[in-house]
């Protein structure tokens, strides 16, 4: 079958590496993709955005499968479009993306549902006196959301409740984030480790991917400003089997019935941002996609054809199949550019990217990447997911060895943090002792 990969991260770079092993892919387009996917693909200058240029694509180049990474084109309707057009696609509908494009709708479902989840409120300019007393029923911390996408920039923490008031207003007055800010969640805060949680869904069944962590802020120790994801590894010792089964019963369960009942099926990735508080595991976010840099991370432990997952999640059809995982473990380090996530520097030449050997387990994807001639340039701010996969490793070793990697690849002013998966040892030493 052929493939088209809607994209241009490292998660895209990841998902085409993985099937293009796939014994049933024969061609792989990546739209627009980046100098990494070049290797194993073709890249076509579409944007992900540019939803009438990619079925008119997927029907002029014999597309059996479209897949959709990041989340703006499926919360434009990407999904019902290839639909209308008799093509299969990964992802979900608009209807049932709105799990990450409406936070409020996130939140009255998973409340509507019984779901666990923070204590919240939603609220809009004519309920601004609403929000304050919410606002002052609240203990501290507390967080402030917008409704809508906002790149990364649309939930605030705030350690006070005038905090809270000024995230608010300036959401609902000053409009800071446009009309991603019209509506707006003020939640309790939960305190407890993150987890991310991949459900590949068919509408009525779903298979869980092994739990990988995200490392969100810029700095070493979870400090500094919130980015895309600076680093992952999986499987993540925080969610031992028990825990899994827990968030498979009384989240993802609930959550596909609950879309089932209401019209919009959910198939593609669920991506499950949670909490695992004393109370157990509760919903921070859904996204209706695969995470980023998580996926670097999850797909490589996948063992067996990952196409055929995806197109039975998209077909409807992943009754009996139970994918099996690689026991190994998994770690990716992103190399981001000086500045990153603020206005950050590009043109920068990358120098190392040979050094990576495939045998090892180590590979090296590209997210923010370009190419020049024979020279590959940065043109991101996170720029590369470089990864190791630990076959016969404990976490520990795997963690070592992408730091090696890491140190063999060099850019003016490349940053990245120096403790991905170090959270995860705590865990497994607590385990053995
Ligand atoms: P979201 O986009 O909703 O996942 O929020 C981004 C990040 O903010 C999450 O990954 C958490 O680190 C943090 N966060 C969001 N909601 C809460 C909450 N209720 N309590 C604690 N941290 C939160
Ligand atoms: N790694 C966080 C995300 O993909 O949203």
Redesign the pocket.
């Known amino acids: 079958m052929n493939i088209l990969i809607v994209g241009s991260g490292g998660r895209e770079h990841a998902l085409a590496w993985k099937l293009r092993q796939s014994t049933s892919v024969g061609k792989i387009y990546c739209a627009p993709g980046n100098a990494g996917m070049e290797s194993v693909g073709t890249t076509v200058p579409l944007k992900a955005t540019d939803l009438e240029g990619l079925v008119r694509f997927a029907q002029d180049h014999a597309v059996d499968l479209t897949v959709v990474g990041p989340e703006q084109p499926l919360v434009m309707g990407i999904a019902d479009m290839f639909h209308d057009h008799k093509l299969a696609v990964f992802g979900p509908t608009a209807a049932a993306a709105r799990l990450e494009g409406s ?1 409020v709708f996130a939140k009255d479902f998973l409340y509507r549902h019984g779901i666990p ?2 204590r ?1 409120g939603s609220f809009d300019a004519a309920s601004a006196r609403e929000a304050e007393a919410f606002i002052d029923g609240l203990s501290v ?3 402030v ?1 917008a409704d809508g996408l906002a790149a ?1 920039k ?2 605030v ?1 705030c350690q006070t409740k005038a905090e809270a008031r000024i995230a608010f207003r300036e959401m609902i007055e000053a409009r800071v984030l446009g009309a991603a800010g019209d509506k707006v969640v003020i ?6 480790e ?1 987890a991310s949680v991949f459900a590949i869904c068919d509408g009525e069944r779903f298979v869980t991917l092994p739990c990988a962590q ?1 490392h ?1 802020r810029i700095l070493d120790g979870d400090r500094g400003k ?1 980015t895309g994801g600076m680093g992952a590894y999986a499987p993540a010792p925080v969610m031992t089997p028990d825990l899994l089964h827990r968030v498979e019963r009384e989240i993802i369960h609930p959550t596909l019935e609950g879309m089932k009942n209401e019209g919009a099926p959910y198939r593609g990735c669920l991506y499950a ?1 949670l ?1 695992v508080t004393e109370d157990g595991p509760k919903v ?2 859904y ?1 209706c996609r695969f995470g980023d840099p998580e996926t670097q991370v999850v797909i490589p432990l996948i063992d067996g054809d990952l196409a055929v997952l995806l197109s039975a999640s998209a077909s409807g059809s992943l009754e009996g199949l139970t994918p099996a995982f690689h026991e190994a473990s998994a770690v990716c380090v992103v190399m981001a550019s000086r500045g990153y996530p603020d206005a950050y520097e590009s043109g920068k030449i990358i120098r190392g990217l040979d050094s990576a050997e495939v045998e090892k387990g180590e590979i090296v994807f590209h997210a923010g990447t370009r190419r020049e001639g024979d020279t590959i340039i940065t043109a991101g701010g996170r720029v590369l997911g470089v990864t190791v996969v630990g076959y016969e490793h404990e976490l520990e070793a795997t963690i070592d060895a992408a730091y090696r990697l890491v140190h063999r690849i060099a850019f003016d002013g490349a940053y990245y943090r120096s403790d991905i998966g170090k959270k995860a040892l705590k865990h497994l030493r607590n385990r053995n002792s």
């Open positions: 936070k989840t923070a919240f911390p507390l967080v959301k990364g649309g939930v923490i939640e309790e805060f939960l305190a407890g993150e995200d969100k919130n941002g909490m921070l976010e996204n």
